[in-house]
């Protein structure tokens, strides 16, 4: 069965990072894209970064761009999510998906995907 696990979410200080890790199972990222997307109280799902695993295709949303970094270790089976600079209204509950691609063409929209994690929380609050 194909799962993805979220971890690496907690609760942070403005300025500072942390990184996030969607480790998938059942399946390799050989062939798929890769999303991050979060989901704050009350809003509607954002993608945030996204990779594809064919040719390292990125895509990031203009909210993060400049202080995160999404990367793939195909060894571990791992996505990463690096978050610099953490802001308040980064705070959200933090998702990551997949779905088999070999276009190499970023996907942003939450319907393009097919497996989920369960998401972890991210909190930025002095």
């Known amino acids: 069965e194909a799962q993805l696990v979220e971890s690496g979410g907690g609760l942070v200080q403005p300025g500072d990072s942390l990184t996030l890790s969607c480790r998938a199972s059942?399946?390799?990222?050989?062939?798929?894209?890769i999303g991050w997307f979060r989901q704050a109280p009350g809003k509607e799902p954002e993608g945030v970064s996204c990779?594809?695993?064919?040719?390292?295709?990125?895509y990031y949303v203009d909210a993060i761009r400049g202080r995160f970094t999404i990367s793939i270790d195909n060894a571990r089976n791992t996505v990463y999510l690096q978050m610099n600079s953490l802001k308040p209204e980064d705070t959200a509950v933090y998702y990551c998906?997949?779905?088999?691609?070999?276009?190499?063409?970023?996907?942003?929209?939450?319907?393009?995907?097919?497996?989920w994690g369960q998401g972890t929380q991210v909190t930025v609050s002095s």
């Open positions: 998906a997949g779905v088999a691609d070999l276009t190499g063409r970023p996907k942003s929209s939450p319907s393009d995907y097919d497996y």
């Open positions: 059942g399946f390799t990222f050989d062939g798929y894209a």
């Open positions: 990779i594809t695993t064919s040719d390292g295709n990125t």
